[in-house]
């Protein structure tokens, strides 16, 4: 076996082991594509692909690739692609290292030697690290040194943002390049969290750096469209990375046929917000082409209205009660439904919730100040 076939080899185990063992980047290393560069000095990634030099990774144990692996992906979650603008190519490189780090010796990764660390930094997004270097605040000046390469501690370096065919991206791509990553990376952060395997510190950058502010008929989208495509399967595998000689899970692509809407019909519920509730599953079906089931609830589901595509939805409100969460998660338990996803339409106003189910939830509401729920995600329109 040669070389790079070793190397190669080694790659592939330390993805895999990336999938097994690290719940947050199991699904976002899937997003990136490796691919063996003779000309690269270590490795590199624009976004869309981790460019290794196998001369660099030969060197490494396969735990030292794993973080670097991680490394990587976090520049990614991190959007450090897409936001350099003007700044030093340099200098951002190094405050980019110095922003993810310490989140990966948080979680557990062995980073190879000569890793940029500053423990006084914990907790600083790039940006930030980046004016510091450049106003030599706290002797932060000694990263603007030549003589450090570009390499940044010899972990690589972040790219540029490139499009599909390796050109640099336009400001709209960037711009929808982060957005696919901050949704990732929210979902990620979720499903992590569920496993009890997600350190504070990246939860803490997650919650404020990250959690998307988009608006709501996006995310509402985005929500939706990812979850749809919610298994693996090795057969066949992702073809994605098939040309790079590399066998990982596809994801495997479930129908929409099993859309659920609770939808509050309690006293507290507003004919204005029956009217946004209307114009969501006009938005809904028109954009996946799907039918839909909606359920109005108060204490209990008085009503289930089916709508297929292309039926002119008339929404029969019914209830006037009080409020309980668990009403629509009852009903569908004793039905024997279990739904792609279940879209919750409410003003918050209750705190009887069922306990977690094993499908994912998206909370709708028109209140700002609410109390977060003990599960699923939540999008104010």
Not at 100 to 118: D, H, K, R, T, V
């Amino acid at each position: 076996m040669s070389n790079n076939e070793k190397v190669k080899n080694m790659v592939t185990r330390a993805r895999t082991s990336i999938i097994l063992d690290f719940v947050f980047f199991a699904t976002l290393i899937l997003r990136l594509t490796c691919v063996e560069d003779e000309t690269e000095r270590t490795t590199s990634t624009d976004g869309k692909k981790i460019y290794y030099s196998p001369n660099f990774f030969s060197k490494l144990m396969v735990k030292e690739v794993k973080a670097v692996m991680a490394h990587e992906i976090l520049h990614c979650v991190f959007g450090h692609h897409t936001r350099r603008g003007n700044r030093d190519f340099k200098i951002w490189n190094r405050a980019c290292d110095l922003a993810i780090n310490p989140l990966l010796i948080e979680y557990g990764f062995e980073l190879p030697s000569g890793a940029l660390i500053e423990p006084s930094l914990k907790g600083l997004c790039a940006e930030e690290i980046y004016n510091l270097i450049m106003r030599d605040s706290n002797g932060l000046g000694k990263y603007k040194n030549e003589s450090m390469g570009e390499d940044c501690g010899g972990l690589g370096t972040v790219k540029d943002a490139a499009d599909d065919e390796g050109n640099p991206a336009s400001e709209i791509e960037k711009s929808h390049q982060e957005t696919e990553w901050k949704i990732a990376a929210t979902k990620a952060a979720n499903f992590a969290t569920k496993a009890g395997n997600l350190p504070a510190g990246i939860k803490r950058l997650v919650e404020e750096h990250i959690s998307p502010k988009l608006p709501w008929e996006d995310i509402l989208y985005r929500f939706i469209d990812t979850n749809s495509f919610n298994d693996f399967s090795w057969v066949p595998p992702s073809r994605r990375h098939m040309s790079a000689g590399f066998y990982f899970p596809s994801v495997r692509s479930k129908e929409l046929s099993n859309l659920y809407f609770g939808c509050d019909a309690s006293g507290s519920v507003r004919n204005v917000e029956l009217g946004m509730i209307h114009s969501s599953l006009n938005y809904i079906v028109d954009c996946f082409r799907c039918s839909t089931k909606v359920m109005w609830f108060d204490t209990k589901v008085h009503n289930v209205q089916d709508f297929d595509y292309g039926e002119i939805i008339k929404l029969e409100p019914k209830g006037g009660g009080g409020t309980d969460f668990k009403a629509p998660f009852k009903y569908m338990e004793d039905k024997g439904i279990i739904p792609n996803v279940l879209l919750m339409f409410t003003d918050m106003e209750c705190s009887s919730y069922p306990p977690i189910p094993n499908f994912p939830v998206l909370w709708i509401t028109w209140k700002k100040n609410y109390q977060k729920p003990p599960f699923g995600e939540v999008i104010v329109m």
